[in-house]
């Protein structure tokens, strides 16, 4: 049986929606190094973090919205149909329309989608409100993935398939981890930079420490 199962595991759909996710990051990093040139080398890897970001939630997670309110994933036809439809291998609930799910999705698509876009437009421009976006999208991208995955790991995770390594480590852990580690490391470079002004203003000429 384990020997069935590893060519199904590594189908031609895995490989295109792993080079699909390969191919978001490349143009975000694209973007990142054409729009950014002004930009701080710290701000360019963000920029290639929120320019990803906001590909993923229009191109991906947008599409998603649309096949749930008009049917499901598993009723759904094409290759974006497909690439949800592997990832609902490891997660179920976006197979048929979770009402959770894609609730939480209609708000990531239209209010982290758009903060992301601003929060882009600040950092390039340099503007006065960058730090409030960033922290406003960061909140709302961790609300997003507690909201997600705690619901489901009160009731036992009946949704969830942690049977084998691309399921549990790749598609549950790296992929909805990233959402989780980076908005974490951008409230981090926030809460840097606002002490810094803080001390700044009242200390003119001290650095923070």
Not at 75 to 103: F, N, Q
Not at 111 to 122: Q, S
Not at 137 to 163: A, D, K, Q, R
């Amino acid at each position: 049986m384990a020997d069935g199962a590893a060519p199904a595991l590594l189908s031609s759909v895995t490989l295109y929606s792993l080079a699909a996710c390969a191919a978001q990051l490349a143009l975000g990093y694209v973007l990142a190094q054409r729009l950014g040139g002004r930009s701080s080398a710290t701000d360019r890897w963000v920029l290639v973090w929120l320019f990803y970001d906001a590909i993923v939630h229009f191109t991906l997670e947008g599409p998603f919205v649309y096949m749930s309110l008009v049917g499901t994933v598993a009723t759904s036809e094409g290759a974006l149909a497909a690439l949800w439809k592997e990832y609902g291998k490891a997660d179920e609930r976006w197979l048929h329309s979770d009402p959770t799910v894609v609730s939480l999705e209609i708000l990531t698509v239209v209010v982290d989608g758009l903060l992301a876009v601003a929060l882009i437009y600040a950092i390039v421009k340099d503007k006065y409100y960058r730090h409030f976006l960033q922290i406003t999208l960061c909140v709302c991208e961790l609300y997003g993935g507690w909201m997600t995955f705690c619901p489901e790991w009160i009731t036992g995770s009946p949704y969830l398939n942690t049977s084998n390594w691309l399921y549990l480590w790749v598609y549950l852990v790296f992929f909805n981890g990233l959402w989780v580690l980076i908005p974490g490391l951008l409230l981090w470079q926030s809460w840097l930079e606002l002490k810094k002004l803080h001390v700044g203003k009242r200390n003119p000429g001290k650095k923070s420490r």
